[in-house]
């Protein structure tokens, strides 16, 4: 496959379809059917640079972060199309009512813009779903609804920041970091 040659318009809308089927399955909570858009479900998430792989980490994913932000949606900015995968711009927007991994729920509402790549194998499988956002402007969002001035706030605050603390020192997925640039040979 050239990486210089889109495929046809029926491979280009049928991707879409799916893309859009995998978005509208991730909001209603039908896990079944967002996972069967994959024959092997693999998230990456570049800015925690982690990868959830398989069933069972993509399923505990989808319930830790609906246990975060159990209302989540999106807004769609853009599609576009590649050579070998969809890419979306979103608004990714939720509450923040259960724990966020160890970060405490501040009821605060977050809308962060992200960009998502499906990526597709040369038999037109869905591979890959690589989400790249920006942490801190979630956080910001969190902790920015928290009332700094009475001591429930500060003490949500507190909690937040260990949270926080505790969060950070995890190691990225080797298969995140380890990467080899592409042979640009003409």
Not at 98 to 113: A, D, Q
Request: charged share 25%; hydrophobic share 40%; net charge negative.
């Amino acid at each position: 496959m050239s990486r210089f040659v889109l495929p046809s318009e029926d491979v280009l809308r049928a991707r879409e379809k799916l893309v859009l089927d995998h978005f509208r399955d991730e909001v209603r909570q039908d896990w079944d059917a967002a996972l069967e858009t994959f024959p092997h479900p693999h998230y990456e998430l570049i800015a925690q640079m982690t990868v959830h792989d398989g069933d069972g980490e993509v399923r505990e994913y989808y319930h830790d972060t609906r246990v975060a932000f159990p209302d989540q949606n999106h807004e769609i900015i853009a599609f576009r199309h590649s050579v070998d995968a969809v890419i979306v711009e979103f608004w990714l927007l939720g509450t923040h009512k259960g724990p966020l991994g160890k970060i405490p729920p501040t009821g605060s509402r977050h809308r962060t813009r992200m960009t998502a790549y499906f990526i597709f194998d040369e038999q037109e499988n869905l591979v890959t779903e690589r989400i790249y956002f920006d942490q801190l402007t979630i956080v910001k969002q969190l902790v920015g609804g928290i009332d700094k001035r009475g001591p429930r706030g500060l003490l949500k605050l507190g909690r937040v920041i260990k949270g926080l603390l505790a969060m950070s020192g995890s190691a990225p997925d080797p298969r995140l970091a380890e990467t080899t640039p592409p042979d640009f040979v003409h």
